[in-house]
């Protein structure tokens, strides 16, 4: 794709919107705002919002872009009034790779959705009433699913100040409520069944590791879930703990690109490693126990529920992820889980989570049926707030740097 620059060699400012939602950061835009190219799926889109975000980057912080250096801050978000009647707004999610040029289409950043409500509010994309809690209807477009996003609104306007605290963020903020309805895939989705071997556990032979037993589970995003202890590790691991250990973090990526083989949604273990990095996402839990957070935040074991650490893209993610959330609060509601087995009995309804940084409390929805279990809903609550509206600007391309960015 050639980005249009103008005499000055410049290239053209697209109108965007950076939005820290939950524990993560990304660039939005609404879909009509991009190049015409770019408002569909396809090389062209992908190369611009690489070009956007920063990557590829050999050096890892993307400082000629807007990621930040990290799976929390490298990600996009393409909005658009929706084409669904039982909808208000479409939301496509873009899990940008720092260090290669892949953009991962096949999941959703459960963070990042509750800015989704406030960016179509501000923007126009949908009808509000002046005062008073907001329910914006989204349609998430990469897993297929309804969510809905409380919003507190006064005088038209969204309120982004409040006391919520969300551990991982700094600063409080006005609580969003988000609903992630029937989060289960099945069948007729495009996603598969939520439990897509079948099974509650399964044992995925990874060699050189050996044969790790594991919980897959479609819920929210794919995910899988396995003991710390399996692994030779406690569950209350710092991010530097992980991070800093190559090794370690080959070990993991191995277990979960075997665990999206498994599952049906890559044809080899590089495949899952190279083109998919989102998804599925990788956890190892443990029951809870004191533990200390980032920031030197004391937990105790009492305060929480369960104990787990999880991956994003290849790293160790400095909080939890909002559909790793999702994820779990279903795989606990599932009796001889990982999950269910891991966390304090009689939690299987509203369990609060030990993560990096703190605690986060999800509740569940769930029901027994004939086929299986169903979840009907997961609750969890999140804040945003616009860090800046402006232009962004992809930067000048030469046929050079055009031909090495889409290699």
């Given at each position: 794709m050639k980005i249009m620059n103008n005499a000055f060699g410049d290239a053209t400012p697209i109108k965007a919107t950076y939005m820290r939602g939950g524990t993560s950061k990304g660039v939005f835009f609404a879909l009509d705002d991009l190049p015409p190219a770019a408002r569909v799926p396809g090389a062209a889109r992908d190369q611009l919002l690489l070009r956007v975000i920063g990557s590829p980057d050999p050096y890892g912080k993307q400082i000629d872009g807007m990621g930040g250096g990290s799976s929390s801050t490298s990600k996009v978000a393409?909005?658009?009034?929706?084409?669904?009647?039982?909808?208000?707004?479409?939301?496509?999610?873009?899990?940008?790779?720092?260090?290669?040029?892949?953009?991962?289409?096949?999941?959703?950043?459960?963070?990042?959705?509750?800015?989704?409500?406030?960016?179509?509010?501000?923007?126009?994309?949908?009808?509000?009433?002046?005062?008073?809690?907001?329910?914006?209807?989204?349609?998430?477009?990469?897993?297929?699913?309804?969510?809905?996003a409380h919003v507190?609104?006064?005088?038209?306007?969204?309120?982004?100040?409040?006391?919520?605290?969300?551990?991982?963020?700094?600063?409080?903020?006005?609580?969003?409520?988000?609903?992630?309805?029937?989060?289960g895939a099945d069948e007729a989705g495009s996603g598969g069944a939520m439990l897509p071997t079948g099974r509650v556990l399964d044992h995925l032979q990874v060699p050189g590791i050996g044969r790790i037993e594991a919980t897959l589970i479609n819920a929210g995003n794919p995910s899988i879930f396995v003991a710390a202890a399996d692994l030779g590790l406690r569950g209350d691991e710092t991010q530097a703990e992980v991070n800093t250990h190559p090794e370690l973090l080959d070990r993991l990526e191995a277990i979960r690109a075997h665990g999206a083989v498994a599952m049906g949604l890559a044809i080899s273990v590089d495949d899952a490693s190279r083109?998919?990095?989102?998804?599925?996402?990788?956890?190892?839990?443990?029951?809870?126990?004191?533990?200390?957070?980032?920031?030197?935040k004391r937990v105790t074991a009492s305060e929480i529920d369960l104990l787990v650490r999880i991956m994003s893209m290849g790293q160790m993610h400095h909080a939890m992820t909002g559909t790793g959330a999702v994820a779990i609060a279903a795989a606990a509601a599932i009796p001889n889980t990982v999950v269910a087995r891991m966390r304090r009995p009689g939690t299987d309804k509203q369990i609060r989570i030990g993560h990096a940084s703190g605690v986060l409390s999800v509740g569940a929805q769930a029901q027994q049926t004939e086929n299986g279990w169903h979840i009907s809903k997961v609750i969890i609550s999140r804040s945003a707030r616009r860090l800046m509206v402006g232009e962004v600007f992809p930067a000048p391309q030469t046929e050079e740097s055009e031909s090495s960015l889409g290699s």
């Open positions: 393409l909005l658009s009034r929706s084409t669904r009647s039982d909808c208000d707004v479409d939301f496509l999610f873009g899990a940008v790779s720092i260090e290669s040029a892949v953009i991962d289409w096949s999941g959703n950043c459960g963070n990042l959705t509750a800015a989704v409500g406030p960016f179509a509010i501000t923007h126009g994309l949908m009808d509000t009433p002046p005062e008073g809690m907001v329910a914006v209807r989204i349609w998430q477009a990469n897993i297929g699913k309804k969510i809905i507190p609104v006064v005088q038209g306007r969204v309120v982004e100040a409040g006391e919520f605290v969300l551990d991982g963020v700094t600063f409080p903020s006005a609580e969003i409520q988000l609903e992630f309805l029937d989060p083109n998919r990095p989102h998804t599925p996402k990788l956890a190892f839990l443990a029951p809870p126990q004191d533990f200390i957070a980032a920031g030197a």
